[in-house]
């Protein structure tokens, strides 16, 4: 929410981040690995009554493959998230 207060209202304005590639992929990846968080989140939910018992969920291959598959997507997401912060910090990819 901070971050939004600042692209909106302080720092440079929207006029400056709204023609910066970077912010627009920084920005598009936050929502998309939010997206890609609510699987796994749903999944480790379901586990808890099992967990509380004492016991190991039972979690197919498909499953945990999936899940997988999804954490991997995030951190990928995460890693070029955090490239697009060093460039916009360094003012490249703005379109003028």
């Known amino acids: 929410m901070v971050g ?4 909106i209202y302080f720092e440079k304005g929207w006029d400056y981040y709204s023609h910066s ?5 920084k920005f ?3 929502v998309l690995v939010a997206l890609l968080s609510i699987y796994p989140t749903v999944k480790f939910m379901s586990w808890r009554a099992a967990i509380k018992q004492g016991q190991a ?3 197919d291959a498909k499953t945990l493959h999936t899940i997988r598959s999804f954490l991997h997507a995030e951190l ?3 890693v070029i998230l955090i490239l697009m912060a060093a460039l916009m910090a360094r003012g490249i ?3 003028e």
């Open 4 to 7: 939004i207060l600042r692209v």
């Open 21 to 25: 590639v970077p912010f627009i992929a």
């Open 28 to 30: 598009s990846l936050f």
């Open 57 to 59: 969920p039972a979690v």
């Open 76 to 78: 990928v997401g995460i």
């Open 93 to 95: 990819g703005m379109v």
